[in-house]
């Protein structure tokens, strides 16, 4: 049987499949992406496909945590665009 990889939302805590969270990656150069594809080289940390636990990591900085780099206002808000437009798909 085979192992699934379990990962933890950083807003809501929660541990998850890893198909079922969108990871947010910093890259070597130092930017901040969401990776939809889950295979881009950098560190990335895991968090649900709602608006809500995105509000709570920034509330608490789990992603400033995870990430290990402090995050600049623009990238949040750009974050918050692309959960919203998941949202609507879903």
């Known amino acids: 049987m085979k ?3 379990l990962r ?3 807003g809501c805590g ?3 499949n890893k198909k ?8 070597p150069e130092d930017t901040i992406l969401i990776d939809a594809t ?3 080289n950098g560190r990335g940390a895991y968090i649900c496909q709602s608006s809500e636990c995105l509000k709570k990591a ?3 900085k789990g ?3 995870s990430l290990k780099v402090n995050i600049p ?14 949202d609507k798909k879903g």
């Not at 079922?20 to 890259?27: A, D, M, N, S």
């Not at 808000?77 to 437009?85: A, C, D, G, W």
């Open 3 to 5: 192992k699934i990889p």
């Open 8 to 10: 933890q939302c950083i």
């Open 14 to 16: 929660a541990m998850k």
């Open 20 to 27: 079922e969270l969108i990871r947010v990656i910093k890259t």
């Open 38 to 40: 889950g295979r881009k």
């Open 58 to 60: 920034i509330k608490n």
């Open 63 to 65: 992603l400033e945590r």
């Open 73 to 86: 206002q623009e990238v949040y808000e750009q974050l918050t665009k692309e959960m919203e437009s998941i």
